[in-house]
């Protein structure tokens, strides 16, 4: 058992508590509060002049299963030898020892979603785990937290450029429909064999996880949302880089957005108008906002660099924190265990060296389910 003491509690959901005493216990908030007594035997530590946030959360990346410094041997996020790969789930090309976690963990990122990458139409399903451990099983939290789809530019490079189709827009937008007919056509029959990835894009049809759709730009996001309509599915719109110039819409629509990687350089043409004035036109149209960097597009320790450059150009640091904690926990579907300083939350919390939103400062400390990993 543990007692954070003193610590000024910024707790995720737009409180500030001054002098605040948190109580672990079993990687569990067993207390929040002022005037909490230490129990006997409890370890103290002392976070007088110190700031404390929940862990962050990155809701969009490839962490692990595009390992860093190995070269072609490391990337397993794009199964490119079909363009509609529904049976794929990422649990199984994770590696927790690439390098990676452990930069999250410095950065004080707590949790992320890992999913496969957006060279396929559908590419499989995606996993949140915990920056910390060594059998990806036992850091799981959510699995299947998702199914992976891309529009736009990268099916139609991976597979068009191979004389497959998808060769355009119209061909990518006929195959996700085409497959979720499938996949309903096969709900709807009594007696089936077994196939895998119609059992996927089944729990998509059922609401059981969203469909995650790698979208840039504005005429992608709109069909998606077509899409959404079509079917009546839960969808998030991921990267949303010109989600500003149709905001209101997307208001219209009920749905959650990932926006990012924002800090990366224009490379093609679908991130030509990339600002980061996007989150906030966003928020203002009353959508909620997750910060990413679609590690490793740019680097995972990277996130709070890009949520400042985000509170430079209009959004608020209550804002900007909501949209690395509750908000990308709301994003996940893990809101009851991860994204917030409360009771009976898991105790993943950050001590940070002075204001996080301000470069000279650093994550001091990282505590995952109670434990320290930093």
Known sequence: MIMIKNACVWDGTGEVIENCSLLVDKGKFIGVGKDLASPPDCKIIDA????????????????????????????????????????LRAIDGINPQDRGFEDARQAGITTVQVMPGSANVIGGEMSVLKTAGYIVDEMVIRSPSGMKAATGENPKVFHGGKGKMPTTRMGVAALLRENLIDARNYLDSEKKERKLGMENLGRVLNKEIPLRVHAHRADDIVTVLRLKREFGIDITIEHCTEGHQIAAYIAEHEVRVSVGPTLSTRSKVELKDKQWSTIKALLDAGVPCSITTDHPVVGINYLLTSAIHAINHGISEEQALRALTSDAAKHLGVENRVGSIETGKDADFVIWSGKPFELQHHAEEVFINGGKVN
Do not use: F
């Not at 007088?48 to 595009?66: E, F, N, R, S």
């Open 48 to 87: 007088a002049g110190k700031i404390v946030t929940p862990g962050l959360i990155d809701v969009h990346t490839h962490l692990g299963i595009t390992e860093e410094g190995i070269g072609k041997d490391g990337k397993d996020h794009n199964e490119t030898s079909s363009a509609i790969t529904p049976q």
